[in-house]
């Protein structure tokens, strides 16, 4: 006699709470070889393999907030090798192939004032990467209260409209950013639109002007910054035509006429 088993469920690709497929833990190159750049967000596979760039161990409370919303912001610092200086490669427990010796400058915040961490995260223990030019498109997965509270989320697809006459691509960054990547409710009523705007070409300071213009007419607090291929500057100093620009860079602020075409070294 044939005994009929019920059937099995289709298993999945591995997804989580945190929308879609993970990337395969270990030394595989991501998003088409690219590494992590400012502002990007990082969901941790392991958040205990962060170091502090202070060293020791990391403190509770980042303890605590990886455990329960393992996402960490990539900041704007020099990609690091292993070195006898710098942490040494650290394996996954969930990784079947030793780490590479990249390690990408991350921030954790935490909810209290002064709860901010610099650290070091080995690029074999993350899962995902977001940019924030894919975070918009997850402002339909908020609930319909955050937008009323939240008017930062609310002017999103306003700021889109704004942006899309001058044909560039952009990203909310900051606790905006931060709350469209990992869903936790961290901006409030009073929070400001910190934005990226990639410029890989140069922005005459006539369009910068017009739209500096029309982001300040909105009825939140607008920082942008134009991210170049050198480093970043705000718009609103560039729109201004200053002789000098403070472009900020992995290594640090550097004085500079043209952020598109600085002289001398940047680091």
């Keep these: ?63 605590a907030v990886l455990r329960a919303h393992p996402w960490v912001t990539v900041g704007r610092a020099p990609v690091l090798l292993a070195a006898p200086t710098a942490p040494g490669p650290q394996r996954c427990a969930r990784d079947d192939a030793p780490a590479p010796d990249q390690w990408i400058p991350v921030t954790v915040c935490g909810a209290r004032p002064g709860q901010r961490l610099d650290a070091l995260a080995p ?14 498109a997850r402002r339909a997965r908020l609930a319909p209260g955050r937008l009323a509270d939240v008017p930062a989320l609310a002017l999103l697809p306003e700021v889109d409209r704004l942006v899309a006459d001058h044909r560039l691509a952009w990203g909310p960054i900051g606790a905006v950013g931060y709350e469209l ?38 009825p939140v607090p607008v920082q942008a910054e134009l991210e170049t291929r050198y480093g970043a500057v705000l ?18 602020p550097r004085e500079v006429h043209d952020p598109w075409f600085p002289r001398g070294p940047l680091y």
């Design 1 to 63: 006699m044939t005994v009929a088993h019920p059937e099995r469920p289709t298993r999945r690709p591995a997804e989580d709470l945190h929308d879609g497929p993970r990337r395969r833990v270990g030394p595989l190159a991501a998003l088409d070889g690219r590494l992590p750049g400012p502002h990007d967000l990082l969901l941790m596979q392991c958040p205990g393999s962060l170091r502090p760039l202070a060293g020791g161990a990391l403190p509770p409370w980042a303890r």
């Design 235 to 252: 718009l609103a100093e560039y729109a201004a035509g200053p002789q000098a620009l403070t472009l900020l860079t992995p290594y640090g």
């Design 123 to 136: 690029w074999a223990a993350v899962a995902r990467t977001l940019r924030p030019e894919q975070l918009v």
């Design 181 to 218: 990547g990992s869903g936790v409710p961290v901006a409030g009523p009073l929070s400001p639109l910190r934005l990226v705007l990639r410029a890989p070409h140069p922005v005459s300071r006539r369009d910068a002007l017009q739209l500096r213009r029309a982001l300040s007419k909105l």
